[in-house]
């Protein structure tokens, strides 16, 4: 009975996206407290389910959750579409319309999209993307072309959560990282917000007018802006230099006395070390020196990590 009532809660979210506890408890014939107890095993079991307190909240599902891929297999999907079609046909019920809907509607979500604008394909899946990257982009490029008003759980650098009702206005790709702007309404302010960062997202069901913005004013340099600057030599081997030439770019290499050599002024910091770490001994910093110190004392502290 326990798991009748959690399969019906899950679909009753993927239609509603939020409903309340006492809805779901008189919907179930269960006690409120059950039903929060019900989702917190379905929150265990990897349904990323929010509570909002107060009077205009409820138990939400994000507009970035699907049901997972392997629930159904294609074949089975379409099965099921199919005879769900024949039987509204022959009993026409709202319950079985309902389960139609919701069944088409992961069907639509199963296949993973290519962006296409102009003469630019993107695709925006990750490495070791179950699409749930590609759902977000999807959820906020509708959101924008609405002018849906967004409910974000966002997670910052410092692990801090925050709620915010965004006006989603544009998508930006900035250094292989996606990112969306819009207008903030706890700031009162336009922001910069890191989509990997996104815990869930949420439509509130409410529009909003676009505002008028400067895409020069975008602050697309924010990875200086709180970083000094240090202009690095890199030795780079044959073998590493097609990952450089996409890093640093083509004009930033030369050749010296048949070695090959990369030149860059760069933000300093943790990031940078992370990065140059990665290529191993395919490259080695020529200068400035403090920058190979820091290197040979990450690389030490590995060992020492694994003796």
């Known amino acids: 009975m326990k798991f009748q009532i959690m399969v019906k809660m899950l679909f009753r979210l993927l239609k509603a996206r939020k409903v309340s506890a006492a809805a779901l408890a008189r919907e179930n014939g269960v006690s409120e407290r059950s039903i929060y107890r019900y989702v917190e095993e379905l929150i265990v079991s990897g349904v990323p389910l929010d509570i909002i307190r107060g009077r205009n909240g409820g138990i939400c599902l994000p507009d970035t959750y ?21 039987l509204y046909e022959q009993l026409p019920s709202e319950a079985v319309r309902s389960a139609m809907e919701k069944l088409c509607q992961q069907q639509k979500k ?4 290519l962006s296409v604008s102009g003469n ?20 906020f490029e509708d959101a924008i072309n609405r002018r849906a008003c967004l409910d974000l759980l966002y997670t910052d650098r410092s692990g801090r959560q925050t709620r915010r009702i965004v006006e989603a206005h544009l998508l930006v790709y900035k250094q292989n990282i996606w990112y969306l702007y819009a207008w903030c309404r706890t700031r ?25 913005f400067d895409k020069e004013s975008i602050p697309l340099k924010f990875h200086f802006e ?16 097609p990952d450089i030439e996409e890093w640093l770019g083509m004009d930033n290499i030369s050749e010296e006395n048949g070695k090959l050599y990369a030149q860059a002024t760069l933000p300093d910091g943790e990031v940078l070390l992370s990065k140059l770490f990665g290529f191993g001994d395919a490259i080695r910093v020529v200068d400035p020196p403090a920058l190979a110190d820091q290197l040979k004392k990450r690389a030490e502290k590995l060992i020492e990590c694994y003796r």
């Not at 199963?110 to 999209?113: E, V």
């Not at 202009?231 to 230099?241: D, H, P, Q, T």
């Open 120 to 139: 630019i394909l993107v695709d925006s899946g990750t490495w070791g993307d179950a699409y749930d990257f590609s759902d977000k982009l999807r959820v």
């Open 66 to 86: 699907r049901l997972p891929e392997n629930f159904f297999t294609k074949e089975e999907l379409t099965a099921a579409v199919d005879a769900l079609g024949a």
């Open 110 to 113: 199963g296949s993973r999209d």
């Open 188 to 212: 009162q302010d336009f922001r910069l917000f890191r989509i990997g960062r996104i815990r869930s997202a949420r439509d509130t069901g409410e529009t909003f007018e676009r505002r008028e």
């Open 226 to 241: 709180n970083a000094e600057l240090v202009s690095i030599r890199l030795e780079v081997s044959r073998n590493a230099l």
